[in-house]
């Protein structure tokens, strides 16, 4: 009986467990670093990256990744290529929830915001990060846009 | 990683220093291959995903007169995503047995490339005499990763490995 309820404690345990996409810096593509188990572009990177991207005015994946680097300006990133081209404010009332434009361009409704964990070390980088792999997006055909991606080995 | 040395080799100096010079030391080598559970914790939760496959390579010292204890310096390939590079000095406590031999174990793993992991590794392993030359070896290990490179931020490491391989008698 003793065994049986080591084996059933640690069942309970291994159970309680969350799959991580990433543990450590290694788990991760090269130019990604480990951010709250979720593999994140390094800070160096995608500071290059924005610096690239502001430069674009069009609409499309460009601007929606624009709008994911941008994500730490304000709290209504949702459909923000319409914003960028037309001014409208957009809804506050699902802020945190949809920040990704990437995902809400293409699409889906992302509702990461309740799972990532609460790291106070986690941005709006990382918060993006969790965004987009729940999603399953990484931006499509858009190299620059996939701000996060599992190691591809 | 040179602490670990000295580290160890004062350990084992300490322990057989009353010994007499061995006329001849017993030599072994061993290839070993495993893979096991890691796991981490953030913001309170605990996350778990498989660890990357890693190969072993160690060659082993021991004393004719203290037959019970080895030094086995061990050089670490972890051979999923990135490869990563480490050395993993250990110490067995070994109990007598002709065929099969159980051992207790101590290990400093230090990585290095490319990114740095130092930890704390304790474990169990057995050995299966095959031949007077060949042994299957199996080792159950746990490691604590506490400080590196690797590691995410202001979070720890823990590895529940099991390795597999064959050991050679010189």
Same mark, same amino acid.
Do not use: F, I, S, V
């Given at each position: 009986m003793r065994r049986l309820g080591l084996i059933l404690a640690l069942a309970a345990q291994a159970s309680a467990c969350r799959e991580a996409a990433c543990l450590r810096d290694s788990d991760c593509a090269p130019e990604y670093q480990c951010v709250a188990v979720e593999c994140a572009m390094s800070v160096a990177a995608t500071e290059s990256t924005t610096t690239v991207l502001a430069g674009t005015t069009g609409t499309g994946l460009g601007d929606a990744t624009a709008a994911t680097m941008d994500g730490s300006t304000g709290p209504d990133n949702e459909d923000s290529a319409a914003s960028t081209s037309t001014g409208d404010e957009t809804d506050a009332s699902d802020q945190g929830a949809q920040r990704d434009s990437a995902s809400a361009d293409a699409g889906s409704d992302t509702t990461a915001g309740g799972s990532t964990p609460s790291d106070p070390a986690t941005d709006s980088t990382s918060t993006s990060a969790q965004t987009t792999s729940e999603t399953g997006l990484d931006s499509g055909s858009d190299g620059s846009g996939g701000i996060f991606a599992p190691d591809a080995g | 990683m040179i602490s670990a040395f000295i580290t160890a080799s004062l350990l084992c100096g300490g322990a057989i220093?009353?010994? %007499?010079? %061995?006329?001849k030391l017993q030599v072994s080598a061993s290839i070993m291959a495993g893979s096991g559970m890691s796991l981490a914790g953030v913001g309170g939760r605990t996350y778990g995903a498989r660890s990357p496959a890693f190969l072993l390579g160690e060659v082993a010292l021991a004393h004719p007169q203290l037959q019970w204890l080895e030094f086995a310096p061990a050089l670490a390939f972890e051979v999923e995503g990135r490869v990563g590079v480490g050395l993993i000095p250990k110490i067995r406590a070994r109990l007598g047995g002709k065929r099969v031999r159980v051992w207790g174990l101590l290990g400093l793993p230090v990585f290095f490339a490319p990114y740095s992991l130092v930890g704390v590794q304790g474990g169990a392993g057995l050995s299966l005499a095959l031949h007077p030359r060949f042994a299957l070896v199996a080792e159950f290990t746990g490691t604590g990763f506490v400080w590196g490179s690797d590691l995410m931020s202001g979070s720890a490491l823990a590895k529940l490995d099991q390795h597999f391989g064959i050991r050679v008698n010189f």
């Open positions: - | 220093g009353q010994l %007499a010079p %061995a006329e």
